[in-house]
């Protein structure tokens, strides 16, 4: 800190948020459960800001590193929140981003149960020894290990060639195994061990937005993480996603977010009251007070008040229920019935679409009032890449075989992400390669490099690139 300090001046230091925004090191000091789940925050907060330069208002978004894989859904450009979250399988009644994780990542182990099926994961290698061909000890077949085999990885440019990859480490592991005790190919083994990560991939999406009443074709997928760009075209293609966006350094994205999340602070008030009860003045008195405490503490962080916002929210349930519902409100200084009424209308649709049903003739609760304090960091702002010429040809690096389903081996062309100009098209079959991450390009997809050097895959050849906003927050 002292480093920083000296090379930047005097700064505060932040800290992230699972509610997608950043406080100060004191709070977070005094209310340590704020940062749960607070790096993964950061990616899907990191996906929306891209989604602002795309085009893309309803994204997924996928976070696939070496041992987890972590969703998270936006609509509107804004992340789904919710107060019903969980911690190592304890509740965390705080607001946080409605982040889904399973145990899916380049280190998941594949294996083979006593009634001798198949698994791959949640069991990871972790880092330590790592997938088999780590040479670091590790023994197990991984996903890594079977992108490996694949021909997906090229094993002297592992992080860009500073730990080059053992290939007969990988194709004995999955050998002894998984193809021998199944009576499989070497490459039938791999592709499989592909095939089951990628459904259990599929299966968490869904719980996160089918389950839900999200029309998943509706969205484009945005993949970061290390592993992340290496599945998310086939995990697109099984879902019916048409568009995939992969960032630029994807690896690093949800670090990025940090970068681009505005200060906030959250406050709630339980109030506990049937909608038959509810006197409008309470309501009021009580949204107006929460905000009040808000405006308070971003004035105590010296946050100007052009760069305050606020946002108010209830949680609803209906009468008997033991769960509720956060419903968005409109910020007022007046309330009457017909803006309760209002309230419980917009509580019955969300019930509708998360639940499909909603009871519009039963009681409302109004449990909790939520008011948000936020404080706008200064913007930041990506400069547009000049275009290059039609051809790609200046980042071709390689032509290789590589495994995809229903076709095997195939005749791939490998290029240089950092090679790769705006305007840029790649056809599939192709693997874009950077030093931390491979974008696989499956048969029948195409890539292209967006103005702010995103790669966006779509089917059915070269894409076309929505139209993006200027660079902002």
């Known amino acids: 800190l002292e480093r920083l300090a000296a090379k930047y001046g005097e700064v505060d230091l932040r800290i992230m948020q699972a ?37 893309d208002r309803k994204l997924i978004t996928v976070d696939m590193g070496g041992t987890s894989f972590d969703i998270g859904v936006i609509e509107g450009g804004t992340p789904t ?23 899916a990542g380049g280190g998941s182990i594949a294996w083979i149960d006593k009634g001798g099926v198949l698994n791959v994961g949640p069991q990871s290698a972790g880092a330590d020894p790592g997938p088999a061909c780590y040479g670091l000890g590790g023994s197990e077949p991984t996903v890594t290990d079977a992108n ?47 095939r089951l990560v990628n459904a259990n991939m599929v299966k968490g999406i869904g719980v996160n937005s089918i389950e839900r009443g999200l029309d998943v074709r509706e969205f484009a997928l945005i993949a970061f993480g290390g592993a992340g760009p290496l599945h998310a075209a086939e995990l697109a293609g099984e879902l019916g996603i048409r568009r995939v966006v992969v960032p630029p350094y994807p690896a690093a994205l949800s670090a990025f977010g940090l970068l681009v999340s505005d200060t906030r602070h959250d406050y709630v008030r339980t109030i506990a009251r049937r909608q038959s009860e509810l006197q409008p003045a309470d309501l009021l008195a009580a949204f107006l007070a929460l905000e009040e405490a808000g405006r308070a503490q971003l004035a105590r962080e010296r946050v100007p008040p052009a760069l305050q916002r606020y946002a108010w929210s209830t949680d609803l349930r209906y009468e008997g229920q033991s769960y509720e519902l956060a419903t968005p409100v409109e910020r007022t200084r007046r309330m009457g019935r017909g803006t309760i009424e209002r309230i419980v209308a917009r509580f019955n649709a969300l019930h ?33 890449g000049r275009p290059g010429g039609a051809s790609p040809g200046r980042a071709l690096k390689a032509r290789r075989p590589v495994y995809f389903a229903g076709t095997g081996f195939v005749p791939t062309t490998v290029y240089e992400r950092d090679r790769l100009a705006p305007g840029q098209g790649v056809p599939g079959p192709a693997l874009i390669e950077e030093p931390a991450s491979v974008t696989v390009v499956p048969p029948g997809w195409g890539a292209l490099v967006d103005p702010y050097r995103n790669l966006v895959l779509a089917l059915r050849g070269r894409p076309r690139p929505r139209q993006a906003a200027r660079s902002r927050r």
């Open 19 to 55: 509610n997608g925004g950043s406080i100060t090191a004191e709070a977070a000091r005094t209310a340590a459960v704020k940062t749960v789940n607070s790096g993964p925050a950061g990616g899907v907060m990191a996906g929306a800001w891209i989604g602002r330069l795309t085009g």
């Open 81 to 103: 929140v919710t107060s019903d979250g969980k911690f190592a399988g304890y509740p965390v009644k705080i607001p946080i981003i409605d982040i889904d994780t399973i145990g």
């Open 148 to 194: 490996l085999v694949l021909g997906r990885v090229d094993p002297a440019y592992f992080l860009g060639g500073e730990m080059p990859l053992d290939p007969e480490l990988a194709r004995r592991a999955i050998r002894t195994r998984v193809a021998k005790p199944l009576g499989l190919s070497l490459e039938e083994a791999a592709a499989g061990i592909i």
């Open 352 to 384: 509708q679409q998360v639940y499909a049903y909603s009871s519009v003739d039963e009681e409302t609760e109004f449990i909790n009032v939520r008011a948000a304090a936020i404080g706008r960091v200064p913007p930041v702002r990506l400069p547009r």
